[in-house]
């Protein structure tokens, strides 16, 4: 019975690991077409140094005169992931999409550093770029997020000047071991003992369910990813970058994800922030949500009907519409008036 059950569990695991967050195309976007489930921002912004050297690759879309907005993606996706969300946004801001290190068309760091902390400090080199004179929205996405997060931790004088508004997608600032994410290295760490060591079973695990010609990675994915509507091609093409996904991504940062607790950087944030999650989230489930709204300043939460995890991708019109209205809210709000000076001198 014993033996059944470990066999059972270990099935449970695979799946899950085959259909842990993924990303929208089953082939990299390095120079390929994303064919029928979107484009990415059609100009390449080429490659922009982190602060070791590490080369992000970054695109954008609309006005270069216009405000900013960062899109910054979650845990093994790509910039492609917001295909369906970037179009309308370039309509009124300047989009810019990012790779993480070692992921997307991103370099892998020469140095192996894949900490929060590190991809942190790569949505600053990204908004040096593209943004070193004006402030811009950052959006984040799971991984993304609390990237952010890890970001105000480090860098909080950035938020106000550089950064004045925050969006939150799918995330949380610490216990992730209570979503879908942690069930998976739950079933692995009681016999290997560390969440480290289960990251490096659940990263083999994956890539043997990957290589099989079972589906079982694409049934897992839509129960533990998104919403009960989404396409079966999207869900596909989630599928299909878990399988491209370099190793050290899932035995380097997924541990890091499942003991993190940036709770103590939420407070630095004083700027407004969004927190956007789905319905039906089963990675980061919305009572993670409402107590990262809690914990920010200038916090306001949403809930995405109907959504799961990746709300681009099968939220798509909501979570535009909700980013849309708070980047006018933030960046077209009126500044303080200054008061003006009497003849006298002396201000009114």
Known sequence: MRRRSAVIGAGIAAGLAAGMVGGIVARRHRGHDLGPIGDLPPEDLGSVASFDGTGLAVRAAGDPAAPVILLAHGFSLDMSVWCRVWPELAREARVVTMDFRSHGASERPATGDLTLRAMGRDVAAVLDDVSPERPAIVVGHSMGAMAILALAEQRP?????????????????SDLLRGAMGSVTGLLRPRFGSIQTAALRVDRVRRAVLA???????????????GPDTPKPVVDHVVGLARSTPSEVWTDTLPELMEMDLRHAAPRV????????????????????????????????????????????????????????????VLEAPKPKRRRKPAGGEPT
């Open 157 to 173: 004088e950035l938020f106000g000047p550089r950064i004045a508004g925050i969006a939150l997608i799918g995330a949380a600032a």
């Open 270 to 329: 004083r700027v407004p922030a969004l927190v956007l999650v789905g319905e039906e989230d089963r990675v980061t489930p919305p009572a993670a949500a409402v107590a990262l709204a809690a914990a920010l300043p200038e916090g306001r939460l949403v809930v995405l009907e109907g959504a799961g995890h990746i709300p681009m991708l099968d939220g798509p019109d909501l979570l535009e519409r909700e980013l849309a209205a708070f980047a006018r809210s």
């Open 212 to 226: 099989s010609p079972v589906d079982v990675g694409g049934v897992v994915t839509r129960l533990t990813q998104f």
